[in-house]
């Protein structure tokens, strides 16, 4: 039963101890030691990590809000432990693969991976102590008020302990398999984010160890019983399993059960330079993920300790990485209540998305004639975005069209399908998907194969970068002339995400923008270096120069006495290059307002650093996900649109697009907003040196930005 130490697995993806950029994931290269800046202290940068947990224990305040509906709090405590299992698969798995390449250079914030590895791990059972102790002491007695009553074998009626046997006979030992643990059975592979039961026997013959997945991957976690009308009964599946284990153990006596769960490195590792096969590379690391290296182990408390010590043993993990619990694993299995549960009262009331009069009117292609035009999801429509490709799709004057695809939500996607018919009409259609895009990989192949069935030109992405822009283009006769029409957005073509993800869609058929994405296609699609684009900055060809640029010539505008301000809103400020520039303009007197829904590595309102600078968070029903940008450039306001972060991957390893927004109009709508989040003090925290919020004081009338922004969008519906 012996394996090899993990630091071996680990470093199997290294060629004769040099270690390539791949084998780290996206999560980051090589780190580095950033010398100070024109005299800005060394402890100026918070680490990206711990940013990132700052970010996660405000959703879990939503979690906690008693004026938060009750419903809405169990959903938020719920994408807490979805946003954990992803730091660890990710983040974490990083970190640790750092550490057993026996790297110790620090990052720009100094912290060395064996330093960041213990903070976060320690940041990591604060915040996952606080989920178990809120669900135990208010989330779950607040639902059995409601109603709502998640119960254990013990307080089941009879009537509901005969359904459970039943439900056990015919659906449920069918599917599972218990897994022995002696010298003929090895230790068995624990399934990723996979609840397992530990169960020890007892016979004639000594102890015994074995292992059963709980199938809640094809059966709901939480089982639903028959209960009195108005109330909604449940019992966890693992715990059906668990009262017959009787039936699955014949002639040994139980002597202990308990819950385990394993989170995995599911970074996705391809050496694209030497693949010969892009796709076909990524498939086989796709399978090959399934054999990623443990990085947490979620247990009972109730574990024996010599189970838990084999445990360690076989996969290899540090006591650092053990989280044990008492109560029910694996929160993000909660919003499976959430969908099941009808009790409207404890939900937030729905928000519609609103109509755009301007694309109403008329085709896409008239509207835009006639000008640009903005949609800002989900207050207002995906389905404008939907309908452009259909109508081009079916338009015979419509020639090509070409996109980029980063994610589309799988399945049966409205966008494929209208490229699909656009191509097996004879259009011209050309389509980057990009198949890395972590955790939809095999959606986007799926995607990218039933779009060559139709005729398309599939692009896989570029070797070394990930594709990120967000944009299409179509090419149209008209009369004696072509036409082109542009759509570009900070967010996916996922119409599913966009009923929760806020961004922004600007339709435009100004003839600069799309001579740039004309450009910018034939960068992605062929082996072309772009030209000096007249509108439009490319990352990784001088995005970054580009936002360097701007913010230096506001700390200019603020040397010379002229108006000088930068709101930023963006789901991450990392990059170290960008935070000095930022830090400089600040002492220079420039206004400097953050709006950060993510990682903040900038340290705001520390004097003689940073103290014009004044940065929030906002976390509410929708996620805030737009990238928007606002420079006072001495009194000539410019905003801009973005796809990319401001991160180090965004714009280095990355094709993105920043853009401008020219209309007045547009202009003056889009800042309009940004100061109307500046003002929120119902879901806003303002961010403290280290980047940990405090609720935004309230002075008058309650702001909520995400209501007023619907009922803004629901007025322009109107007329």
């Given at each position: 039963?012996?394996?090899?130490?993990?630091?071996?697995?680990?470093?199997?993806?290294?060629?004769?101890?040099?270690?390539?950029?791949?084998?780290?994931?996206?999560?980051?290269?090589?780190?580095?030691?950033?010398?100070?800046?024109?005299?800005?202290?060394?402890?100026?940068?918070?680490?990206?990590?711990?940013?990132?947990?700052?970010?996660?224990?405000?959703?879990?305040?939503?979690?906690?809000?008693?004026?938060?509906?009750?419903?809405?709090?169990?959903?938020?405590?719920?994408?807490?432990?979805?946003?954990?299992?992803?730091?660890?698969?990710?983040?974490?798995?990083?970190?640790?693969?750092?550490?057993?390449?026996?790297?110790?250079?620090?990052?720009?914030?100094?912290?060395?991976?064996?330093?960041?590895?213990?903070?976060?791990?320690?940041?990591?059972?604060?915040?996952?102590?606080?989920?178990?102790?809120?669900?135990?002491?208010?989330?779950?007695?607040?639902?059995?008020?409601?109603?709502?009553?998640?119960?254990?074998?013990?307080?089941?009626?009879?009537?509901?302990?005969?359904?459970?046997?039943?439900?056990?006979?015919?659906?449920?030992?069918?599917?599972?398999?218990?897994?022995?643990?002696?010298?003929?059975?090895?230790?068995?592979?624990?399934?990723?984010?996979?609840?397992?039961?530990?169960?020890?026997?007892?016979?004639?013959?000594?102890?015994?160890?074995?292992?059963?997945?709980?199938?809640?991957?094809?059966?709901?976690?939480?089982?639903?019983?028959p209960a009195p009308a108005g109330r909604h009964e449940f019992v966890l599946l693992e715990d059906v399993v668990r009262g017959h284990l009787d039936q699955l153990f014949h002639g040994y006596e139980v002597v202990s059960c308990s819950s385990?769960?394993?989170?995995?490195?599911?970074?996705?590792?391809?050496?694209?330079?030497?693949?010969?096969?892009?796709?076909?590379?990524?498939?086989?690391?796709?399978?090959?993920?399934?054999?990623?290296?443990?990085?947490?182990?979620?247990?009972?408390?109730?574990?024996?300790?010599?189970?838990?010590?084999?445990?360690?043993?076989?996969?290899?993990?540090?006591?650092?990485?053990?989280?044990?619990?008492?109560?029910?694993?694996?929160?993000?299995?909660?919003?499976?209540?959430?969908?099941?549960?009808?009790?409207?009262?404890?939900?937030?009331?729905?928000?519609?998305?609103?109509?755009?009069?301007?694309?109403?009117?008329?085709?896409?292609?008239?509207?835009?004639?006639?000008?640009?035009?903005?949609?800002?999801?989900?207050?207002?429509?995906?389905?404008?975005?939907?309908?452009?490709?259909?109508?081009?799709?079916?338009?015979?004057?419509?020639?090509?069209?070409?996109?980029?695809?980063?994610?589309?939500?799988?399945?049966?996607?409205?966008?494929?399908?209208?490229?699909?018919?656009?191509?097996?009409?004879?259009?011209?259609?050309?389509?980057?998907?990009?198949?890395?895009?972590?955790?939809?990989?095999?959606?986007?192949?799926?995607?990218?194969?039933?779009?060559?069935?139709?005729?398309?030109?599939?692009?896989?992405?570029?070797?070394?970068?990930?594709?990120?822009?967000?944009?299409?283009?179509?090419?149209?006769?008209?009369?004696?002339?072509?036409?082109?029409?542009?759509?570009?957005?900070?967010?996916?073509?996922?119409?599913?995400?966009?009923?929760?993800?806020?961004?922004?869609?600007?339709?435009?058929?100004?003839?600069?923008?799309?001579?740039?994405?004309?450009?910018?296609?034939?960068?992605?699609?062929?082996?072309?270096?772009?030209?000096?684009?007249?509108?439009?900055?490319?990352?990784?060809?001088?995005?970054?120069?580009?936002?360097?640029?701007?913010?230096?010539?506001?700390?200019?505008?603020?040397?010379?006495?002229?108006?000088?301000?930068?709101?930023?809103?963006?789901?991450?400020?990392?990059?170290?290059?960008?935070?000095?520039?930022?830090?400089?303009?600040?002492?220079?007197?420039?206004?400097?307002?953050?709006?950060?829904?993510?990682?903040?590595?900038?340290?705001?309102?520390?004097?003689?650093?940073?103290?014009?600078?004044?940065?929030?968070?906002?976390?509410?029903?929708?996620?805030?996900?737009?990238?928007?940008?606002?420079?006072?450039?001495?009194?000539?306001?410019?905003?801009?649109?973005?796809?990319?972060?401001?991160?180090?991957?965004?714009?280095?390893?990355?094709?993105?697009?920043?853009?401008?927004?020219?209309?007045?109009?547009?202009?003056?709508?889009?800042?309009?907003?940004?100061?109307?989040?500046?003002?929120?003090?119902?879901?806003?925290?303002?961010?403290?040196?280290?980047?940990?919020?405090?609720?935004?004081?309230?002075?008058?009338?309650?702001?909520?930005?995400?209501?007023?922004?619907?009922?803004?969008?629901?007025?322009?519906?109107?007329?």
């Amino acid at each position: 039963m012996q394996r090899p130490v993990a630091k071996k697995k680990r470093l199997s993806s290294l060629s004769e101890g040099r270690l390539p950029a791949a084998a780290l994931g996206e999560s980051g290269a090589r780190p580095r030691v950033r010398s100070t800046h024109d005299g800005l202290p060394a402890d100026r940068f918070v680490n990206r990590e711990l940013a990132w947990l700052a970010f996660n224990e405000r959703v879990l305040e939503e979690a906690l809000d008693p004026n938060v509906p009750l419903l809405e709090r169990l959903k938020f405590l719920s994408i807490v432990s979805s946003n954990l299992d992803e730091f660890f698969m990710v983040r974490v798995a990083g970190l640790k693969r750092l550490i057993d390449a026996g790297i110790d250079t620090p990052f720009f914030d100094g912290l060395t991976p064996v330093q960041c590895y213990r903070a976060v791990a320690s940041r990591c059972r604060e915040l996952v102590t606080s989920q178990h102790r809120a669900f135990a002491s208010d989330l779950r007695p607040s639902l059995e008020r409601a109603g709502v009553r998640i119960l254990e074998l013990a307080a089941l009626s009879p009537e509901q302990r005969e359904h459970l046997r039943e439900l056990f006979r015919r659906t449920i030992l069918p599917v599972v398999t218990p897994l022995a643990l002696d010298p003929g059975h090895p230790f068995p592979y624990l399934l990723n984010r996979t609840l397992c039961l530990v169960v020890t026997l007892r016979s004639s013959g000594g102890q015994a160890t074995a292992f059963i997945h709980v199938p809640s991957t094809v059966l709901p976690r939480f089982v639903r019983l028959p209960a009195p009308a108005g109330r909604h009964e449940f019992v966890l599946l693992e715990d059906v399993v668990r009262g017959h284990l009787d039936q699955l153990f014949h002639g040994y006596e139980v002597v202990s059960c308990s819950s385990i769960r394993v989170t995995r490195d599911w970074d996705l590792v391809i050496d694209e330079e030497s693949a010969g096969d892009l796709l076909k590379s990524i498939e086989e690391g796709i399978r090959a993920r399934r054999q990623g290296l443990a990085v947490r182990l979620q247990h009972d408390v109730s574990l024996p300790k010599a189970t838990l010590e084999v445990l360690q043993r076989e996969l290899a993990l540090e006591p650092d990485d053990l989280y044990g619990f008492e109560g029910m694993l694996a929160f993000s299995d909660l919003l499976d209540i959430y969908n099941s549960v009808e009790l409207p009262q404890h939900k937030e009331p729905p928000l519609p998305p609103q109509r755009v009069p301007a694309l109403d009117r008329s085709s896409t292609f008239d509207a835009l004639r006639k000008g640009d035009v903005l949609v800002h999801h989900p207050y207002q429509s995906f389905d404008y975005v939907t309908r452009f490709l259909r109508e081009a799709a079916d338009d015979p004057n419509v020639l090509a069209i070409k996109t980029t695809l980063y994610r589309t939500g799988g399945g049966i996607s409205p966008i494929v399908e209208a490229l699909c018919r656009a191509a097996r009409n004879g259009k011209q259609v050309a389509v980057l998907m990009e198949l890395k895009a972590r955790f939809d990989e095999q959606a986007n192949i799926e995607g990218a194969r039933r779009l060559e069935q139709a005729g398309a030109h599939v692009i896989y992405g570029l070797v070394g970068l990930k594709t990120h822009v967000k944009a299409c283009l179509v090419v149209r006769r008209e009369e004696d002339e072509i036409r082109r029409y542009v759509h570009l957005s900070t967010g996916n073509y996922d119409p599913r995400t966009a009923e929760v993800y806020c961004d922004y869609g600007l339709f435009t058929a100004h003839e600069g923008f799309c001579e740039d994405v004309t450009e910018l296609f034939n960068v992605v699609t062929g082996y072309c270096r772009p030209l000096k684009l007249q509108h439009i900055a490319l990352a990784p060809y001088g995005l970054r120069e580009r936002l360097l640029d701007l913010v230096l010539r506001e700390r200019e505008h603020a040397k010379a006495g002229r108006p000088s301000r930068i709101v930023l809103q963006t789901n991450g400020i990392v990059d170290p290059e960008l935070v000095d520039e930022l830090y400089l303009a600040s002492r220079a007197g420039t206004k400097i307002d953050l709006i950060v829904r993510g990682i903040c590595c900038l340290r705001p309102g520390v004097p003689g650093l940073s103290e014009t600078v004044r940065a929030i968070r906002i976390v509410d029903r929708f996620l805030e996900h737009a990238r928007a940008f606002m420079f006072a450039n001495g009194g000539e306001t410019e905003v801009y649109l973005s796809s990319g972060d401001w991160m180090p991957r965004n714009l280095d390893r990355r094709v993105e697009a920043l853009f401008p927004v020219l209309d007045p109009a547009l202009r003056n709508e889009i800042a309009s907003r940004l100061e109307l989040q500046l003002r929120d003090d119902v879901k806003a925290s303002v961010l403290d040196r280290d980047v940990r919020g405090t609720r935004a004081p309230r002075t008058g009338t309650p702001v909520r930005s995400q209501l007023e922004l619907w009922a803004l969008a629901n007025r322009l519906a109107r007329g």
